[in-house]
């Protein structure tokens, strides 16, 4: 099995953690995991990470995300979204086009906001779902998002329908409630589907069949790992620096190599390849005598 990811069109009712088990067992695969989940009731992208390809988590699951989502006023849920509980219902006026974009418009750009109750989240050592469905209301801090952009794409009152791109981290589900809440008659979610993760698209993504995934369909749709991470830049390296790199030599061995070919411009993450494979991932460590030097974040061996 290659190493690399593939991405999925999640369906909705299953979770995140039932795609992954069925990967696993379809291509008899132990090392799988996910970059960022879905709600169940959500639909859309899933990136799923296979053997070597589970080291880049953290790097997939901090890109930027887009969703389609539609609001409906008038109703709110414990749960933020159709499958919840209703706690609240408001008679929906008519409501300006112009009003409604205005209040979206104030949700653009860094804001707060609270988790949802129901939510993955640990609280006190346990998920905050297992918490909120024993009544308990956990305790849930605030926390910083960025909304990139949030355009309302169609209105059809009591739904609104939008378009969001966001900061990793960024629940839409309180996004919708907020957002309902500006308006007056509050709201919740009725639909909520991902459509991108940084650069992958729900359109380039496997959808299930009547029978399900297929080994070759997966196989055949794999990215490999140094595609895996198109926005960082990729720095070929000799045989002999790659094989020091695998060996664990220090940095001091094979670095000279690399800085040479390394522009100065160039300050973040950096993806090292060898023959079209992914060796490691390494960044430029200023120090105060003015010479660079190279740490390692992560090899794949």
Same mark, same amino acid.
Not at 64 to 90: N, P
């Given at each position: 099995?290659p190493?690399?990811?593939? %991405?999925? #069109?999640?369906e909705?009712g299953?979770?995140?953690?039932n795609?992954?088990? #069925? ?7 132990? +090392? ?9 009731f ?5 990136v799923?990470l296979?053997?070597?390809? =589970?080291? %880049?988590? @953290?790097?997939? =699951?901090?890109? #930027?995300?887009?969703?389609?989502a ?5 109703i709110e ?8 509980r ?11 086009p ?14 707060e906001?609270?988790?949802p $109750?129901? @939510?993955a ?6 998920? &905050? ?6 009544g ?16 309302? !794409?169609?209105?059809?009152l009591? #739904?609104?329908?939008? !378009? ?6 960024t ?5 919708? $409630?907020d957002?309902?809440?500006r ?11 991902r459509?991108s993760?940084?650069p992958?698209t729900?359109?380039? $993504?496997? *959808? ?6 297929s080994?070759?369909? %997966?196989?055949?749709?794999?990215i ?7 926005h ?5 390296? @000799? ?13 001091? *061995? ?12 160039? &300050?973040g ?7 079209? +494979?992914?060796? &490691? ?21």
């Amino acid at each position: 099995m290659p190493d690399g990811i593939v %991405l999925i #069109d999640k369906e909705k009712g299953e979770s995140s953690f039932n795609v992954v088990r #069925d990967v696993r067992r379809i291509l008899k695969e132990k +090392k799988v995991g996910h970059a960022g989940t879905l709600d169940p009731f959500a639909t859309g992208l899933l990136v799923i990470l296979l053997g070597q390809g =589970t080291k %880049l988590f @953290s790097y997939l =699951t901090s890109m #930027d995300k887009e969703y389609e989502a539609v609001l409906r006023l008038g109703i709110e849920t414990d749960t933020l979204d159709e499958t919840g509980r209703v706690v609240r219902t408001e008679r929906v006026s008519s409501l300006d086009p112009e009003f409604i974009r205005g209040e979206a418009k104030e949700l653009v750009g860094e804001i707060e906001q609270i988790p949802p $109750a129901f @939510s993955a989240i640990r609280c006190g050592g346990r998920r &905050a779902y297992e918490l909120a469905r024993k009544g308990i209301c956990p305790s849930l801090e605030k926390r910083v998002v960025k909304i990139h952009r949030l355009e309302i !794409t169609s209105i059809d009152l009591p #739904d609104v329908t939008l !378009t969001v791109r966001c900061s990793k981290g960024t629940y839409i589900r309180s996004l919708g $409630a907020d957002l309902g809440r500006r308006l007056g008659p509050g709201g919740h979610l009725v639909s909520l589907r991902r459509i991108s993760s940084g650069p992958f698209t729900v359109d380039k $993504a496997i *959808r299930r069949t009547g029978s399900g995934f297929s080994a070759e369909d %997966l196989r055949n749709r794999v990215i490999p790992l140094p595609n895996a991470l198109p926005h960082l830049r990729e720095v070929e390296v @000799s045989k002999g620096t790659g094989e020091m790199i695998e060996k664990g030599f220090p940095a001091n *061995r094979w670095e000279g190599e690399i800085l040479s070919n390394l522009p100065d411009s160039v &300050a973040g993450p950096v993806k090292l390849v060898r023959e079209g +494979k992914l060796l &490691a991932i390494l960044k430029r460590l200023p120090v105060p005598e003015g010479k660079d030097c190279l740490e390692l974040m992560r090899v794949f061996v």
